[in-house]
């Protein structure tokens, strides 16, 4: 065999095997891509149907202790109903708040930083009503369900807590979002997760329609 067709046999041989290594390579990216996709769509997966059980239990669990919640006086003043009062201007009773966030802590459900950004919200709300003085009509801020983001009744929509349709967004290992629908709220919901240790909690609930 000459040189020349030696060299053009070379070349043929060179060119499949960079032909081949290409599509191997395509083909083993196919997969890492798939295998991506299903991990972030598969609420079937047991991580993500964790991930859903947090969100689907805090509910279930707000739903049935919302009597217990709703005790504290974290908002005090306005009118007391009683002949010839005068009305109180709304304030923030913190002592009250603090017993509110204890009980909200005992669901084993919200990060500290959940509950430290709960706090928050009565801060700002004790400083915007002495900045504004009111006392008569629901006190601002706090005149719908915090965790709902409703002013009309929610708990209709316990039943639904299990029929609903949740999509699970992995952001990275230890960050997720959950979003569903609830219909007689008739708001969808993101819940942001955070993997602590070995579990998934709560750590900020967002409304994307509604109040």
């Given at each position: 065999m000459n040189?020349k067709?030696?060299?053009?046999?070379?070349?043929?041989?060179?060119l499949?095997?960079?032909?081949?290594?290409?599509?191997?390579?395509l083909?083993?990216?196919a997969?890492?891509?798939?295998?991506?996709?299903?991990?972030?769509?598969?609420t079937n997966?047991?991580e993500?149907?964790?991930?859903?059980d947090?969100?689907?239990n805090?509910?279930?669990?707000y739903?049935?202790?919302?009597?217990?919640?709703?005790?504290?006086?974290t908002?005090?003043?306005?009118?007391?109903?009683?002949?010839?009062?005068?009305?109180?201007?709304?304030?923030?009773?913190?002592?009250?708040?603090?017993?509110y966030i204890?009980?909200?802590k005992k669901?084993d459900?919200?990060t500290?930083?959940?509950?430290?950004?709960?706090?928050?919200?009565?801060?700002?709300g004790?400083?915007?009503?002495k900045?504004?003085?009111?006392?008569?009509?629901?006190?601002y801020?706090?005149?719908y369900?915090?965790f709902f983001?409703?002013?009309?009744?929610?708990?209709?929509?316990?039943?639904?807590i299990?029929?609903?349709?949740?999509?699970?967004?992995?952001?990275?290992?230890?960050?997720?979002?959950?979003?569903?629908y609830?219909?007689?709220c008739?708001?969808?919901?993101?819940?942001?997760l955070?993997k602590?240790?070995t579990?998934?909690f709560?750590?900020?609930i967002?409304?994307?329609?509604g109040l």
């Amino acid at each position: 065999m000459n040189r020349k067709i030696s060299y053009i046999l070379f070349s043929i041989l060179f060119l499949q095997s960079c032909q081949n290594k290409d599509k191997s390579k395509l083909e083993n990216n196919a997969i890492v891509k798939t295998e991506s996709v299903n991990k972030v769509s598969d609420t079937n997966s047991v991580e993500n149907k964790a991930q859903i059980d947090v969100v689907k239990n805090f509910m279930k669990w707000y739903i049935k202790n919302i009597d217990t919640l709703y005790k504290f006086n974290t908002i005090e003043g306005g009118m007391r109903g009683e002949e010839n009062e005068e009305a109180e201007n709304y304030f923030v009773n913190f002592n009250e708040v603090e017993k509110y966030i204890t009980e909200l802590k005992k669901s084993d459900f919200l990060t500290d930083n959940f509950l430290k950004n709960e706090r928050q919200i009565f801060v700002q709300g004790d400083e915007y009503f002495k900045k504004n003085p009111e006392n008569d009509g629901p006190p601002y801020g706090f005149d719908y369900d915090r965790f709902f983001y409703t002013q009309e009744t929610f708990e209709e929509d316990l039943p639904n807590i299990d029929k609903a349709k949740y999509n699970v967004i992995q952001k990275d290992e230890f960050n997720s979002e959950v979003r569903f629908y609830l219909p007689r709220c008739g708001i969808n919901y993101k819940y942001s997760l955070k993997k602590i240790n070995t579990k998934w909690f709560i750590e900020k609930i967002e409304s994307e329609g509604g109040l």
